[in-house]
């Protein structure tokens, strides 16, 4: 928090763009896998096999998109937050305030709601506490853990929680293929793995509902039955990793804050290789929970299910946490529920902290243009209650949905919003003839009918093997990965339709914007440059939170420990013109050397080999 100069905007958000390629890759690793990972991806695992993990596979081709086409891309662009890069590039407020609203509408519907739910089932479970209890407990430790110390600190705490979180679900890994007699011994007794009561509460049960898939250990499964058909996987979650991985700005955050293109590429490499992991450190143990104990995980009738875990639908959530309380000694057990509660907390408090920048001074700003500094901190931190208690409220939805599994719902909600955004920066960056008109209408036309399924689904429900969903086949027949697919393609066909039909943008506003015009050298005009004369950009208002000129020695102890607890306080000398200059080269430079531009390529090239072998292996 000390070693980087906070008073500047490239200090606090891009730690001065200066931090190495290990601590990066390891912060996009920890930032990306969180307790909903664990629970969601055992959980799914347990209930249907290995192919969920493909999923994080889509990250090993991703992660290498986001560091060789993107992020070039936003450096010399010398923007910090994705909402900046769409306004630089087409200009106008419509789609800084869409993008603002839709990212604060997608962290209380997927990262927050889901992170609760699964930390507080880790509380729950080791506490014996009531859920909602445990959701009350988190989010009071969490209101009171704040990261006051910029990017710079939250990329050394994720490194470290990425180790321990490595490690420890590796010996829990251990543990649970030793209990269950090998990997030989684990593939036989997986399908085997049925509960000893299925039938109940006058319910007819279908053995499809509580025997294990046929396909359970294959991750590319058939494309019209298939759970997880292998199109989907491959074309509809890959379209939508573009979001995640090239526009999310948490991840992208992350990648700006690399010493040189070369530290941005290797980061990016270690996150692919990492990505591999989550197969073996929770798909599989969440498999093996099953077999360990299949009446709680494996539960089908609801009055049983209840039982176990409070739920009708079913308790295969619990997978990971089961093994971790039932299987690791005391020890390691604390240590594996004191790195889950601490990436939880890590993550949200990210996300407040992002949710309430994006709130503040792409949406406040606009509404109170004359907005004090204090009174900007005061919205800020007011809308992150507003947040907590929307999250809360939206819990139930999480529970029940996609028949209790959290990456099936995680995904599914995914591919209803996200597609139209994953086009218009795949355009964006790619297609120079875009403008303003098309993106805008391209994102509203997705938007609406991502949120017709959406709103079905929550209105009928997903359904379950017990009871399906009553939803109309005309709009929920589709699976959500052909959804986000054919998504994607409306969203395309209406931005590129609408685009070619208006007034193209001049070359002189897209210097260094998009990829045709990546690395020329003349001074762009920036197309808010009107807007920025006369309204003060989040950046500015940013160098005035962080520069405070007040005089320490006038300002009360009580003050000064609120400055302090807000980050307001003067960390650093005023740069002269000459040092803002340089810092501003800096954090838009792109070059590399080429023996470490040699050394990356050749990396890259082995992780899509990886890749390449870990799908056609299990396949």
């Not at 700006?256 to 599989?284: D, E, Q, T, W």
Request: glycine share 8%.
């Amino acid at each position: 928090m000390l070693k980087t100069n906070r008073s500047t905007v490239g200090g606090f958000f891009l730690a001065g763009r200066d931090v190495a390629w290990w601590p990066m890759g390891a912060s996009l690793f920890a930032s990306n896998i969180g307790s909903n990972h664990f629970v969601g991806l055992a959980g799914t695992g347990a209930a249907s096999g290995i192919a969920i993990a493909a999923v994080e596979w889509n990250a090993l081709v991703m992660v290498l998109v986001l560091g060789y086409l993107f992020v070039p891309i936003y450096i010399k662009a010398g923007v910090m937050t994705m909402p900046e890069y769409l306004r630089k590039r087409f200009g106008g407020q419509r789609l800084q305030i869409y993008l603002s609203v839709l990212s604060l509408f997608i962290l209380v519907a997927i990262q927050i709601s889901s992170s609760i739910f699964s930390g507080a089932i880790f509380i729950q479970l080791a506490f014996g506490l009531d859920l909602y209890l445990a959701i009350f407990i988190l989010l009071a430790i969490t209101a009171v853990y704040t990261i006051t110390g910029g990017l710079a600190s939250v990329i050394y705490t994720d490194t470290i929680q990425a180790f321990i979180m490595v490690v420890g679900s590796l010996i829990l890994m251990v543990f649970a293929f030793v209990e269950v007699g090998g990997y030989e011994s684990f593939t036989e007794k997986y399908m085997n793995a049925i509960p000893s009561v299925v039938e109940g509460d006058n319910l007819t049960i279908s053995s499809k509902c509580y025997t294990p898939q046929e396909d359970a250990f294959h991750i590319f499964r058939d494309p019209v039955t298939g759970d997880i058909p292998w199109p989907g996987l491959i074309f509809g979650m890959s379209l939508l990793a573009i979001w995640y991985w090239c526009a999310d700005q948490v991840i992208v955050q992350r990648c700006l804050c690399g010493r040189n293109m070369s530290h941005v590429k290797a980061a990016c490499i270690l996150c692919g290789y990492l990505k591999l992991l989550p197969m073996f450190l929770m798909v599989m143990p969440g498999m093996i929970s099953r077999v360990l104990y299949t009446d709680k995980v494996a539960c089908v009738v609801p009055s049983e299910c209840v039982k176990h875990c409070g739920t009708e639908v079913g308790c295969t959530n619990y997978a990971y946490p089961t093994l971790v309380l039932e299987l690791m000694p005391a020890g390691l057990r604390g240590l594996m529920l004191s790195v889950m509660v601490a990436s939880l907390m890590s993550s949200l408090t990210s996300i407040f902290n992002s949710a309430s920048t994006l709130f503040t001074m792409d949406l406040y700003t606009k509404m109170r243009k004359r907005a004090s500094e204090r009174e900007l901190l005061l919205a800020g931190r007011l809308f992150v209650i507003l947040l907590i208690l929307t999250s809360i409220l939206w819990v139930p939805l999480v529970q029940a949905a996609q028949n209790g599994q959290l990456f099936h719902y995680m995904g599914s909600f995914s591919s209803y919003v996200g597609p139209p955004v994953s086009a218009v920066f795949l355009l964006a960056i790619f297609v120079k003839r875009v403008n303003e008109q098309g993106a805008f209408w391209g994102l509203v036309v997705g938007l609406v009918i991502g949120l017709i399924r959406l709103i079905t689904e929550l209105i009928y429900g997903t359904g379950s093997c017990l009871a399906p969903s009553n939803c109309p086949e005309v709009i929920c027949g589709v699976h959500y990965m052909y959804f986000g697919i054919i998504l994607f393609c409306v969203t395309v066909l209406v931005i590129l339709g609408i685009s070619f039909l208006t007034k193209p943008i001049p070359d002189v506003h897209l210097y260094r914007l998009c990829w045709t015009l990546w690395n020329r050298t003349e001074e762009r005009i920036d197309l808010d440059a009107e807007e920025k004369s006369h309204l003060s950009s989040p950046a500015d208002t940013f160098c005035c939170c962080f520069a405070s000129d007040h005089p320490e020695q006038s300002r009360g102890c009580l003050k000064k420990a609120c400055d302090q607890f807000c980050g307001l306080q003067k960390t650093g000398p005023k740069l002269t013109k000459e040092e803002e200059e340089i810092l501003r080269k800096k954090l838009t430079d792109t070059s590399e050397e080429p023996l470490w531009r040699t050394v990356v390529n050749i990396n890259a090239i082995l992780l899509l080999a990886v890749a390449v072998f870990a799908h056609a292996y299990f396949a």
